[in-house]
């Protein structure tokens, strides 16, 4: 037979029936999972990163326009959610976007995915456990009134004037221990775990429920005035602002994402995937603009630059009582909770996914015999997880996430016109993306180009780095060890 050229192996791409989780019982994960613990991993992988963290970073970024950032952020993912939607119908496969790559653009491609997919969940977890460790830190204070020492909750890596300087001595010990207990959890299987996570997302709501109806009574409009950033010392006055503060909350909507992740794992997947995208997309939509609009008019945009624990802060400022602030610390420590829990979810069955394909050694297919849960990854990633968590500050993590969503974002609205193309799944198609194959997977890669060119320059040097390594692993070790490569 003759060996495909060096061009055929890049772009050959796995069959639709392929993509699908089969195989031998010892490596095959259960289908467990129903629309509605579908639909809260989504939410718990959403809602909690982009509001009680990001505002923080975001609106300094855009003044009271971050509204207008979280609305920019909630479109784009709504069209790239509707590519999502079709693809997980026709392909429903664990590793979501590297899966759909693979099956319609080819395998280099989806390693790339596989690399952005990877850069995104394993740092977003450990950006939304370092801000958790904020909120317990102000709950404890105002709960029992002891603080965690301070050299046990600063990470050694901090964000300085001059850029990142070394603190030796400290390190932030709460999240490791949050991962260590996600890590334990989701050994015990996926079942287990999204129900964990459901009870935890539904608190969630509440809370954020309650923050806005308490914030809104402290609401000024004054504090809407002036609506964008006047200050263009950093570049950041106007929409470049709105742009900017965009992507640093965008990586909060990889929830999307993380839904379909867990296809492989999914009850009637053509039809729950995609409603899961669906609606969870909604839930989140609506409770990010109500506590961003709840915020903004609680406190004037200028306090919100380095406010540790900020919508509980708010919440003390608005009612000049403890306990409002005490309740919302609590919730937050459980629902960053459900959120790092489902990010390192997501990070373990892409690495499941790609394992199967024969990209990364075969050990990170392992599943327990019992559980069906896959120990090795769940294993490496919370080490992995927890170290950068412990160590780094989460100023420079939140911009590397929104990076690899919207790469990721791009590669899946592209699949759509080429699976329409080729035909691919169309016999168990449930859902198609409207107004044909090429106007909204455009629209959203425009979208997504529009808030990737304002990312900064140390989060492209960085990208660019990562996506070396990852060129340099397929080439030397992927791209030979692939299934495809040996059916050659």
């Not at 129903?34 to 609106?59: D, N, Q, R, S």
């Not at 693979?102 to 977890?125: M, Q």
């Not at 709460?174 to 997302?201: D, H, Q, W, Y």
Request: some cysteine; hydrophobic content about 50%; aromatic content about 10%.
């Amino acid at each position: 037979m003759r060996l495909p050229t060096f061009v055929q192996q890049l772009i050959r791409t796995k069959p639709v029936e392929g993509a699908e989780d089969t195989g031998h019982e010892q490596h095959s994960l259960h289908r467990s999972l129903g629309l509605f613990p579908l639909t809260l991993i989504g939410v718990g992988a959403t809602i909690g990163t982009g509001i009680f963290f990001t505002m923080v970073e975001a609106v300094p970024k855009a003044g009271p326009s971050v509204i207008l950032s979280f609305l920019l952020a909630a479109v784009t993912a709504g069209l790239t959610a509707l590519c999502y939607a079709e693809l997980s119908s026709r392909i429903p496969a664990s590793g979501s976007s590297y899966s759909f790559a693979y099956a319609t653009i080819g395998e280099f491609a989806a390693f790339i995915v596989a690399a952005c997919l990877l850069l995104e969940y394993g740092l977003a977890a450990s950006a939304t456990a370092i801000g958790w460790s904020d909120y317990l830190n102000h709950f404890l204070t105002h709960a029992v009134g002891w603080q965690i020492p301070p050299m046990l909750r600063s990470p050694m890596i901090v964000a300085g004037v001059n850029g990142a300087e070394m603190h030796s001595g400290q390190f932030n010990l709460p999240p490791v221990i949050l991962v260590l207990i996600c890590g334990f959890l989701l050994l015990r299987g996926t079942k287990e775990s999204a129900t964990v996570n459901a009870v935890m997302v539904l608190i969630k709501l509440v809370i954020l429920t309650f923050f806005a109806v308490v914030a809104f009574q402290g609401f000024q409009i004054e504090h809407f005035t002036p609506f964008f950033n006047t200050d263009n010392s950093k570049g950041m006055g106007g929409m470049a602002g709105v742009t900017a503060a965009a992507g640093t909350v965008f990586f909060s909507f990889i929830g999307l994402d993380t839904i379909a992740t867990a296809g492989a794992e999914v009850k009637n997947p053509q039809r729950n995937v995609p409603l899961g995208i669906m609606m969870a997309l909604l839930i989140v939509t609506v409770f990010y603009l109500l506590v961003s609009v709840a915020a903004v008019g609680a406190q004037p945009a200028s306090m919100f630059a380095g406010q540790e624990a900020g919508l509980a802060v708010i919440l003390q400022n608005v009612t000049g009582k403890a306990w409002p602030a005490l309740i919302l610390s609590a919730g937050a420590v459980i629902s960053v909770f459900s959120v790092t829990l489902v990010t390192i979810y997501g990070q373990s069955r892409i690495l499941y996914a790609i394992s199967k394909d024969g990209l990364i050694p075969s050990s990170f297919q392992t599943v327990h015999a019992r559980t069906r849960a896959p120990v090795s990854n769940t294993i490496i990633v919370c080490l992995v997880v927890g170290v950068v968590a412990g160590l780094v500050d989460s100023t420079f993590l939140w911009d590397m996430v929104s990076m690899g969503t919207l790469v990721a974002f791009i590669v899946v609205s592209a699949a759509v016109p080429v699976m329409r193309y080729k035909g691919l799944g169309a016999e168990r198609a449930g859902f198609r993306v409207p107004f044909g194959a090429y106007l909204v997977p455009g629209l959203s890669i425009l979208a997504c180009l529009y808030i990737l060119k304002d990312l900064s320059a140390a989060t492209f040097r960085v990208f660019f780095i990562w996506m070396t390594i990852a060129i340099v692993t397929y080439f030397t070790y992927s791209m030979r060890n692939s299934r495809l490569n040996k059916r050659s």
